[in-house]
């Protein structure tokens, strides 16, 4: 199973390509392949949004669901899942932590 993650051009955060081709700012929208058509045409989506120059580094994410939730399986997009890593009040998980709160 596959996502596309790529950095909006305009701020730099980090999306996923959702449903409808659209990009969504939270990693459980994305759209998931399960297969190799499908996954060809994400990356195509993906590519496109690259020429179009609305987001930059698109990358296939090889993911996996647990517990209902997409998790990326390298390290790295799972950093980028839940933004910068160098404090927890700062980024995604920041807005996480907060929205759980409310």
């Known amino acids: 199973m596959k996502i596309v993650a790529a950095n909006r051009l305009t701020d730099g955060e980090t999306v996923?390509?959702?449903a409808g081709d659209r990009w969504v700012?939270?990693?459980d929208a994305a759209h998931v392949a399960k297969d190799a058509e499908d996954e060809a045409r994400i990356a195509a989506a993906?590519?496109?949004a690259?020429?179009?120059n609305i987001v930059v580094d698109v990358t296939l994410v090889d993911v996996e669901i647990v517990e209902?939730?997409?998790l990326p399986k390298r390290l790295r997009e799972r950093i980028r899942a839940g933004g910068p890593s160098i404090h927890p009040e700062i980024g995604k998980q920041a807005r996480d932590a907060a929205l759980s709160a409310a």
């Open 16 to 18: 996923w390509l959702g």
């Open 25 to 27: 700012d939270t990693i």
């Open 46 to 48: 993906g590519n496109a």
């Open 50 to 52: 690259l020429s179009a």
């Open 68 to 70: 209902g939730r997409i």
